[in-house]
């Protein structure tokens, strides 16, 4: 079965920073391109930044560019999204999720994600 | 990239059909065989529902279809289900934008 499990969130100050991470399980992580998806409670979901298999190919939503870092690491088979300089617009639940499709256009699975709560 | 535009509501009764619209433009969902659907409970992992306009994962059932016409793209649910209240999102691939993944707004299905 394939599983996503993102951890990390938390309150934190405005400006501050915070690592979100996601472990993958039942497939071959090094194969695909992973993205982060964020959705700010009780509204609609907004992709924030995708990273391709190798880590050759990364893009951020305009929103965070700048502020955001997405990595990962195929030895452990897991996905990463360094925060910097938050504000309240970027409270939300964060999920990640593998990128499918040629063109890469779908997410399939996802994670439950994990909230993030911009908050003095 | 501006979001897709989802009627904020449908219902319908056990057995009915509801059909949920996204509303794009010739730059996302007219372009681009790339539209997916997704089904989010509270407090759950967001599920593929439909790809590629029209496709069905494995595992999904049948009462659910997609199909496109022009810049708007359509989810159908047939022979509504307890278990489909949830909401909706429909999303548009848009390579070489600034954002190449553009949600829509969102259509919570009651049923």
């Known amino acids: 079965e394939m599983q996503l499990e993102e951890s990390g969130g938390g309150q934190v100050k405005p400006g501050g920073s915070l690592r979100l991470s996601c472990v993958v399980s039942?497939?071959?992580?090094?194969?695909?391109?992973m993205t982060w998806v964020r959705q700010v409670p009780g509204k609609g979901l907004e992709w924030v930044s995708s990273?391709?298999?190798?880590?050759?190919?990364?893009d951020y939503a305009d929103s965070v560019k700048g502020r955001f870092a997405i990595s990962r690491d195929n030895t452990k088979k897991s996905l990463y999204l360094h925060m910097s300089n938050v504000s309240a617009e970027d409270t939300a639940v964060y999920f990640c999720?593998?990128?499918?499709?040629?063109?890469?256009?779908?997410?399939?699975?996802w994670g439950q994600g994990t909230l993030v709560t911009v908050s003095s | 990239q501006s979001a897709l535009t989802q009627p904020p509501s449908a219902s319908g009764s056990p057995g009915q059909s509801v059909t949920i619209s996204c509303t794009g433009t010739?730059?996302?969902?007219?372009?681009?065989?790339?539209v997916s659907w997704y089904q989010k409970h509270p407090g759950r992992a967001p599920k593929l529902m439909i790809y590629e306009v029209t496709k069905r994962p494995s595992g999904v059932p049948d009462r659910f279809s997609g199909s496109r016409s022009g810049s708007t793209a359509s989810l159908t649910v047939s022979g509504l289900q307890a278990e489909d209240e949830a909401d909706y999102f429909c999303s548009s691939y848009v390579p070489g934008s600034s954002s190449p993944y553009v949600f829509g707004t969102g259509t919570r299905v009651t049923v």
């Open positions: 010739s730059s996302d969902i007219g372009a681009y065989n790339s």
């Open positions: 039942g497939f071959t992580f090094s194969d695909y391109t």
């Open positions: 990273i391709s298999s190798n880590s050759n190919y990364i």
């Open positions: 999720a593998r990128v499918r499709g040629i063109p890469q256009s779908w997410f399939d699975p």
